[in-house]
């Protein structure tokens, strides 16, 4: 059975506190590794697909990257408005489980002006 | 350029009562794919569809939920003789293709609440 487990549960930091998200998974053959942010009473929204170990992908002040075990959601100097949960999500390459994604319960982020 | 859309955005039923749950996908995509988040726990998935065809029920209890996706309108997801533990909020996901590089875009959500 695939899992993703997220750590730490909540982050609290100052602005300009960089800090980074960690994503551990466990996948039988990985199709790709999601990452969303989730705002109070809103839907995902999407942010970064990873499809292989060693990819990195950057998006403002958001990097993630991935190894054959985990990937990391780094966060360069963060804003108030970084607050949301982030969700990590993989997707298993095979057959009957290629589509649907397999969710972590989140990491909350406060950031304190 | 409209996003998922999902309706109602709040829905309030007694127990015994059937709820029913309507998503349309972004424009351009047609694989429609279901997830339920109860307090405290992650997105579950329920079910994936393309039109007129379930792909895959694998997360969907085995009575009382059902899901469609017809040919024409938006994808329904229909929850009969509803009970307190089915209070949750319903998400629908939308991409362009299944498999590989199939990013969902998930809509606004469902809160259902069953009194």
């Known amino acids: 059975e695939d899992q993703v487990t997220q750590s730490p549960e909540a982050l609290r930091l100052q602005e300009g506190e960089s800090s980074s998200l960690n994503c551990s998974y466990t996948v039988s053959g990985l199709r790709g590794l999601f990452w969303y942010r989730q705002d109070p009473g809103k839907g995902p929204e999407f942010l970064f697909t990873?499809?292989?170990a060693g990819e990195e992908k950057e998006k403002e002040r958001l990097k993630a990257t991935l190894t054959k075990k985990e990937s990391f959601l780094h966060i360069t100097a963060p804003k108030p408005e970084d607050s949301a949960t982030y969700l990590c999500a993989v997707q298993a390459s095979r057959t009957g489980a290629n589509s649907k994604l397999t969710f972590g319960k989140g990491i909350t982020l406060s950031v304190r002006p | 350029n409209a996003g998922v859309m999902q309706n109602p955005r709040h829905l309030v039923r007694r127990r015994g009562q059937e709820a029913r749950l309507r998503c349309s996908p972004m424009?351009?995509?047609?694989?429609v794919y279901w997830y339920r988040q109860l307090p405290e726990e992650g997105l579950k998935f329920m079910v994936y569809?393309?039109?007129?065809?379930?792909?895959?029920e694998s997360g969907m209890p085995k009575e009382r939920f059902s899901a469609e996706f017809p040919k024409e309108g938006p994808s329904i997801l229909r929850i009969q003789q509803v009970v307190r533990g089915d209070s949750a909020a319903y998400f629908c996901a939308s991409s362009r293709r299944g498999g590989t590089y199939n990013e969902q875009f998930f809509g606004p959500g469902t809160r259902l609440t069953v009194l």
């Open positions: 424009k351009g995509h047609s694989h």
């Open positions: 569809l393309q039109k007129e065809n379930i792909i895959d």
């Open positions: 990873l499809y292989s």
